[in-house]
């Protein structure tokens, strides 16, 4: 299944064939709209020239911070982002050599091993990382056993909780519906407070 996270094709390309490519729109996935996020990758690959890890992690920081705030910026935060990104790329360099794909892949991880990864890294907390567990379940085949359980929710047939449930625009409809449904809920909830 190719991945469908911006209508951009371009920028589907990047994300199925590169994993940090994913690792990083999800990581930008907060405050803005899904395929704003993962579109990301996308213009630090255009303005960079390459996307890699290594280069991104070292690339200088001042500089990474005004590649991604070049509009159109990578997020609505752009500063604060480029720094994230840069900090995801510098532990995937001390930890993973540099490659996004080796954090559940490396050494043949279990589902919770590869959430404990995950959640590892700067940027993704419980709720992200089991999201991103559930896509990699989902629609890059992840061999991990027990990414299930490890992903809970997220991980359910026929459910659009998150961005493991996106695979064509219906389907990021069908997400954004339920997210509108559970800010209703909790905006409910805390007025009954």
Sequence with gaps: MAIWLTENPEA???LEREPLALLTGMLLDQQIQIEVA???????L????????RTIAEYDQEKFVALCSTPPAIHRFPGSM???????????????????????TQGGP???EVLK?????????????KIFLALLGKQRSLKATGWQKASGDYAKKGVFLSVADIT????????????KEMKAAAKAAKAQA
């Design 12 to 14: 589907n390309e990047l």
């Design 168 to 179: 064509d625009q219906a389907s990021l409809q069908n997400v954004r519906a339920h997210k």
């Design 38 to 44: 993962f579109a990301g990758p996308k213009k630090i």
């Design 46 to 53: 255009d303005r960079m020239g390459s996307f890699d890890a």
């Design 117 to 129: 990864r995950l959640k590892a890294l700067p940027g993704f907390g419980e709720a992200k990382a």
């Design 82 to 104: 480029a720094k994230r990104v840069q900090a995801l790329c510098q532990a995937l360099v001390e930890e993973y050599d540099g490659s996004a794909e080796n954090v559940w």
């Design 110 to 112: 279990n589902g919770a």
